[in-house]
């Protein structure tokens, strides 16, 4: 009978030969297995990702790392090359093209390196786990860039967030993130002239809108959502809960609550996770910000806090349990700061026809205690939960940015001792006012005029992510409208 691997071998005790009326025993023997080599996620050493990826078998690994819109760039290589400390490198103009591919005109400050000379990845082995939606055992890992003098590349999306965290760090703060991420389940669709449509559920049946918190909605995927957790099980992470949401076929997956780096790579691991999970089952998952006409858009909101790294208390709560100044610095730096920010929580043009009037997403800079309808929600909580949710990033926001984008506007908040304006019970996105930049030109100009963003970001990363977002809104006025063909072409 074959030994399931969870099992102890039985050895025979070592003893002088026993008595013929004697029978010998046996007993388990304890196995000094080393418990890096049963970790799903993250070995601490070489030494040790080599005993990893030989214990599963592995032979291939792919070294990621997300370029500017969370797209996984890389190399895929031999694992006995890659624990060979093979050097690995990408060139620098791949972290400054556009979504499409193309690669825009200097300007402004954005520049391309003379030479597109090599940039150096550097897997972060905390990041190794397996691929399991792959048929030949394959591992992966997430890499940060540096150049070839080992600096951090400052314009490359891990690295920005990782320089505002050590904003935080010079504080003695450490901040504590949780993520929401929604997103839509389509039919195929090969022509994109063709508009989305909801996918077939198992009832035979194409989903309909109006399914928020539905069980039944949920059910109608049950293999593919089997297969969402048993590919995030696999690669170690960790799904807190997930519901059907408001639109056709649209579900959320909320994770749970911690360090802003390491919840930035599952948001961006999940993607891929998802995208694949349904893709099995013959169906596309997508994270645009409005996919759907006359359905609701996808947010990816982020709860935040900031616990005090020395004594683990939350610097959002007084002794007593009551809000304190930081609390309300924290909201303010958000209300004050994130318009200026919006192009990294909404980065494409279709990102703002979800922050349009009437469609259930903020369109303003208010806060409230649990009101869903302000950009700023301050959800029920205990002193020690109490958190601010920004409800304004979309879902096809790269992760790292807006992240960093959301907790460098509470940052600012904080450093400046800002005051936020009175907290609302009212209802925020039914007066037809909108607060914020109304499209992705207006909302990178205004990122480009915040001069506090070229320290906390980076100069660099300042240009480059606005002369790539110019170049994106370039390619899109190249291409004419299905509603300008519709209104235009025979009446004007």
């Known amino acids: 009978m074959k030994r399931r691997a969870s099992e102890p071998l039985l050895v025979a005790e070592a003893a002088p030969a026993p008595a013929r009326s004697e029978v010998r025993r046996t007993r388990p023997l304890e196995i000094d297995r080393p418990a890096f080599l049963d970790s799903k996620r993250g070995v601490q050493s070489m030494a040790e990702a080599t005993e ?15 370029d500017l819109a969370g797209v996984a760039r890389g190399k895929m290589m031999p694992a006995k090359k890659f624990v060979g400390n093979t050097s ?46 792959e048929s030949d055992p394959t591992a992966q890992v997430i890499c940060d860039v540096v150049d070839t003098g080992g600096l951090a590349v400052g314009y490359t999306p891990r690295n920005v967030l990782k320089r505002v965290l050590a904003l935080y760090d010079a504080q003695g703060w450490r901040p504590v993130i949780a993520p929401e991420i929604e997103f839509y389940l389509v039919s195929k669709n090969v022509d994109p002239d063709y508009p989305l449509t909801p996918p077939t559920g198992r009832s035979g049946r194409q989903i309909q809108s109006g399914q928020s918190y539905s069980i039944g909605g949920v059910n109608e995927f049950d293999e593919l959502i089997d297969d969402i957790y048993d590919f995030s099980e696999g690669q170690g992470l960790e799904i ?4 059907h949401e408001e639109g056709a076929a649209q579900l959320e997956i909320n994770l749970r609550h911690g360090d802003p780096i390491a919840l930035a790579d599952q948001v961006f691991m999940f993607k891929r996770t998802i995208r694949e999970a349904a893709l099995k089952h013959g169906i596309y998952a997508t994270f645009m910000a409005k996919p759907i006409q006359g359905q609701p858009g996808s947010a990816m909101h982020i709860h935040q806090s900031v616990i005090d790294a020395e004594t683990g208390r939350n610097i959002f709560s007084q002794e007593d349990g009551s809000p304190s100044r930081h609390f309300y610095n924290f909201i303010g730096g958000m209300q004050r700061y994130v318009p200026a920010a919006l192009a990294m929580m909404a980065p494409y043009v279709n990102s703002y026809r979800r922050l349009t009037y009437g469609m259930g997403a903020p369109t303003n800079t208010a806060w409230g205690y649990d ?25 096809d926001a790269n992760p790292y940015l807006a992240i960093a984008a959301s907790l460098a506007c509470g940052y600012l908040g904080l450093a400046r001792e800002i005051e936020p304006d009175q907290p609302t019970d009212k209802t925020c996105n039914e007066t037809g006012e909108i607060s914020l930049p109304r499209g992705l030109l207006e909302a990178v100009a205004a990122f480009e005029s ?12 300042v240009g480059t992510y606005a002369g790539v977002k110019r170049g994106e809104f370039e390619t899109f006025m190249q291409v004419i409208s299905p509603w300008e063909r519709e209104f235009l072409l025979l009446s004007v």
């Open 52 to 66: 990893w990826l030989r214990a599963r078998g592995i032979d291939d690994i792919e070294c990621i790392t997300p």
């Open 88 to 133: 690995l490198a990408l060139p620098s103009a791949l972290f400054m093209h556009t979504i499409s591919g193309e690669y825009p005109q200097e300007s402004g400050e954005f520049r391309y390196s003379p030479n597109d000379g090599d940039l150096k990845l550097v897997p972060d082995l905390a990041t190794l786990s397996s691929v399991p939606w």
């Open 240 to 243: 807190d809960t997930l519901i």
């Open 371 to 395: 009101n869903r309808t302000t950009a700023f929600r301050v959800p029920s909580s205990d002193a020690e939960g109490r958190r601010v949710e920004n409800r304004l990033p979309s879902s």
């Open 450 to 461: 915040e001069d506090a963003f070229a320290e906390l970001f980076s100069r660099p990363f």
